[in-house]
């Protein structure tokens, strides 16, 4: 439980930090990220690697890019159909997606954004779902942790709603709401297969879809 709770402070100050405003469309957002998931990255493989359950973790197997491209598609079907019932083209909260835009620059999406996406990704779900869903398994049993797990990926998405706010529009909901949703479909998901191959796939998928479809294109 308490390796759960770090992770989730350490991974709240990062995206605080990276998410201001002056960081927006910067390589510092992307090292704000990277660099503490990195980190713990580098712990979660040492703790898997102790528990012996590193090569399980990872194993691939035949269908998981499938099940990842699956996955991905529905979930960014989800975000897709949400964004059109909840914002209109003149809603004032329109401005929470430019901000959001604004932050990941997505007017010079290249093979670069595609490349940082897949690897925040790929290192999200090493922590969180290989890591923190160890843990809180470990500490609480299968059926417990995987929301719980989901609750604390959203709750280390909360600076957010200050960070990516707007003055007319307010708090910035957005990457909480994707959290929240996409972490339990990935924590369920991991609790009965797992393994994190279909999950990173699914992660990069949905991440860079919504990033390229979803939001808007500035400058």
């Known amino acids: 439980m308490k390796i759960a709770l770090g992770v989730t402070l350490a991974i709240a100050i ?3 930090v990276a998410t201001r405003e002056a960081a927006a469309g910067t ?15 580098v712990f979660a493989l040492l703790r898997l690697h102790g528990d012996g359950t590193l090569r399980n973790v990872f194993r691939f197997r035949s269908g998981d890019l499938t099940i990842g491209i699956l996955l991905g598609g529905l979930l960014f079907g989800g975000a897709w159909l949400g964004q059109r019932l909840l914002f209109g083209s003149f809603s004032p909260k329109m401005a929470w997606v430019f901000r959001l835009a604004l932050e990941l620059d997505v007017g010079h ?47 280390a998405h909360l600076p957010t709603l200050f960070t990516l ?11 909480v709401i994707a959290a929240l949703g996409c972490g339990l479909v ?34």
């Open 14 to 16: 990062a995206i605080g």
């Open 109 to 155: 999406a290249s093979r670069w954004l595609l490349a940082g996406i897949a690897g925040i990704a790929a290192l999200e779900e090493l922590v969180w779902r290989g890591l923190v869903l160890g843990s809180l398994s470990d500490a609480l049993g299968g059926r417990r942790a995987w929301p719980l797990c989901a609750a604390l990926y959203a709750a």
């Open 165 to 175: 706010s707007d003055p007319s529009a307010g708090k910035n909901p957005i990457v």
């Open 27 to 41: 390589p510092a957002f992307w090292l704000g990220l990277g660099v503490p998931y990195l980190l713990l990255s």
């Open 186 to 219: 990935w924590s369920f998901v991991m609790s009965l297969v797992g393994r994190l191959p279909p999950l990173v796939v699914s992660h990069a998928v949905f991440t860079y879809f919504a990033v390229t479809v979803l939001l808007p294109r500035i400058g």
